[in-house]
């Protein structure tokens, strides 16, 4: 079922980018009167499962759920059409109009990204508004994994800034690590301030060992409610008893917790849990995936979250701010990636993408999520590579520049090229993925 939640949101997700990103190429070309003769949801190879024709164009929906296309007359694009570029341009044609339309018309697609991402974050503030952990709330310090303690951090530590610089929300001192690279961070240990260098080459060793979360927050673990099934439901554990320890140890923070009950899968140990005020053991036996089907309490009961409420006029700065940033720490991750030693083992395909979207249906999440691959996907088809956006951007800036068209040939081979990259990025990345889930 959790799969089968992560397929739908991610085909949902994608075929709402890729109607609008084609959209954009759509409307442009009808604005400067050229003819769009195909315009689909998906590819069609052989067949489609479902089309019809109005006016000039057809329009369906194809059986490859890969992407789609909007197909412009007179275009060297990925249908291939070599028997129309053959016969003498007409006026309605793409090759017929002016270069600057022909820009306007291939950038049509990555402008419509970028405004949705802007739209779906308006929307999302002005809907949910914002909610973050500031940092000077996580009052029972850090948790970190191997990755953080190589960094020189450890449990408990509580940070201050980052090179001396404050940072509001605490889910940003992971981005100022790494897409900024910073080279101090200021923590509180055991009551001392201390400077804690960043180590050379901290930051490639951590995409390399692809650890998300190497900083999170510490919270004690009290009983919200019990999965079905439950081990410590079982036990006699009830809601409200606040989780302690294991044995004779005491592991008083949710993340100590979970991660010494790994160590007793199938054993029977004493859970230590303090209810109204007094000290019980409950003796259980860990199932074997090391969980006791505890549901912790909200983060709101722990902590003072911030929240900010916006409407329409408010949001809409906000909106194009967080477009921008997203975007500029996408540009930021892309050189990160590909400044390291083999970045290519980095590269994910559908079920990186899929495995993002959260277990549950939730359309808060998902609608950040569809708004940043917006900006993924306009970033991506904007590099100067032949068959994406920006590979017809590129030759077209070649015509500004030095006032000539490359040849059809020569724009056919660059499309055949350019697809051959494209597949084989495409099939290597899926290919990644698969193995990844045997490793």
């Not at 390291?340 to 899929?354: D, L, M, T, W």
């Not at 939730?362 to 708004?371: C, H, M, N, S, V």
Request: overall charge positive.
């Amino acid at each position: 079922m959790v799969i089968l939640i992560k397929v739908v949101q991610l085909l949902l997700s994608l075929s709402i980018l890729v109607i609008f990103h084609e959209f954009g190429h759509y409307i442009t070309a009808r604005i400067f009167k050229t003819r769009v003769e195909k315009f689909y949801v998906f590819f069609n190879p052989w067949f489609s499962l479902f089309k019809f024709k109005k006016g000039e164009t057809e329009y369906g929906i194809g059986w490859v759920p890969l992407g789609g296309y909007c197909k412009i007359a007179g275009m060297i694009d990925e249908s291939m059409d070599k028997e129309q570029m053959k016969l003498p341009p007409q006026p309605w044609e793409f090759r017929s109009k002016p270069t600057w339309q022909r820009l306007i018309i291939m950038l049509g697609g990555v402008t419509v990204n970028i405004l949705l991402a802007i739209c779906i974050y308006i929307t999302v503030l002005t809907v949910w508004g914002e909610q973050y952990l500031p940092t000077s709330e996580v009052k029972y310090g850090i948790s970190v994994n191997a990755m953080g303690t190589e960094l020189g951090l450890r449990n408990g530590d509580r940070i201050i800034t980052v090179d001396n610089k404050e940072v509001e929300e605490f889910s940003d001192i992971p981005r100022k690590i790494v897409l900024e690279q910073a080279k101090k961070i200021q923590v509180l240990r055991d009551g001392k301030k201390m400077d804690i260098d960043v180590p050379a080459g901290f930051v490639n060793k951590l995409i390399q060992s692809k650890s998300v979360d190497f900083i999170s927050f510490r919270f004690p673990f009290e009983v919200q409610k019990f999965a079905l099934g439950s081990a410590a439901e079982k036990a006699g554990m009830k809601v409200n008893d606040r989780i302690i320890g294991i044995n004779d140890s005491l592991f008083p923070y949710f993340d100590d917790f979970h991660g010494a009950l790994q160590h007793y899968k199938n054993q029977k140990v004493n859970i230590r849990i303090v209810r109204a005020g007094d000290t019980i053991r409950l003796p259980i036996t860990i199932p074997a995936e090391g969980r006791i089907g505890v549901y912790n309490k909200n983060l709101s009961v722990y902590f003072k979250l911030k929240e900010k409420s916006y409407n329409v006029i408010t949001a809409i700065p906000v909106g194009f701010s967080m477009t921008f940033e997203r975007t500029a720490d996408y540009l930021k991750s892309l050189k990160l990636l590909f400044s390291q030693e083999k970045a290519y083992e980095s590269v994910g395909g559908f079920i990186s993408i899929g495995s993002l979207f959260p277990d549950v249906w939730d359309w808060l999440t998902f609608w950040t999520f569809t708004a940043f691959l917006s900006i993924m996907l306009a970033v991506i088809n904007i590099l100067p590579i032949p068959a994406l956006d920006g590979g017809h951007v590129m030759f077209l800036l070649y015509e500004i520049i030095f006032r000539r068209k490359p040849s059809d040939k020569f724009m056919e081979y660059a499309q055949i090229t350019g697809m051959i990259i494209l597949f084989g990025i495409l099939i290597f990345a899926n290919l990644n993925d698969v193995l990844k889930l045997f490793k």
